[in-house]
């Protein structure tokens, strides 16, 4: 099992950055692919951007390319989503999640997840 935390959203304008954090707990950390996803109300939960076990290889929505970038810190076992430039559409409940397969954009292939944190951008 791998219990994940995420952490770090809130309230910002359009046009401000926000770090989103997320800490994990249980088995191996650096054994997982991480990604981020968010969802809003009445949508599906969408793929943000993932990185692999390594951080060396990452991946992000055509969406938030540019703007975010995902790292990862396997002595803290932390991943953080860092998001610049935001837009009032990043407003969403982010979550964080953990992959034994390969650093993926399938929200399948994803096997725990956070709780999800809320951030919302105003215009």
């Known amino acids: 099992q791998v219990q994940l935390v995420e952490s770090g959203g809130g309230l910002v304008q359009a046009g401000g950055s926000l770090r989103l954090s997320c800490g994990a707990s249980?088995?191996?950390?650096?054994?997982?692919?991480m990604g981020w996803f968010r969802q809003t109300p009445g949508k599906e939960r969408e793929f943000v951007a993932s990185?692999?076990?390594?951080?060396?290889?990452?991946y992000f929505a055509d969406s938030v390319k540019g703007r975010f970038t995902i790292s990862r810190d396997n002595a803290k076992n932390t991943v953080y989503l860092q998001m610049n430039s935001l837009k009032p559409e990043d407003t969403a409940v982010y979550y964080c999640?953990?992959?034994?397969?390969?650093?993926?954009?399938?929200?399948?292939?994803?096997?725990?997840w956070g709780q999800g944190t809320q951030v919302t951008v105003s215009s």
């Open positions: 999640a953990a992959s034994a397969a390969a650093y993926s954009r399938t929200l399948d292939e994803y096997g725990y």
């Open positions: 249980g088995r191996t950390f650096s054994d997982y692919a």
């Open positions: 990185i692999s076990w390594s951080g060396r290889n990452t």
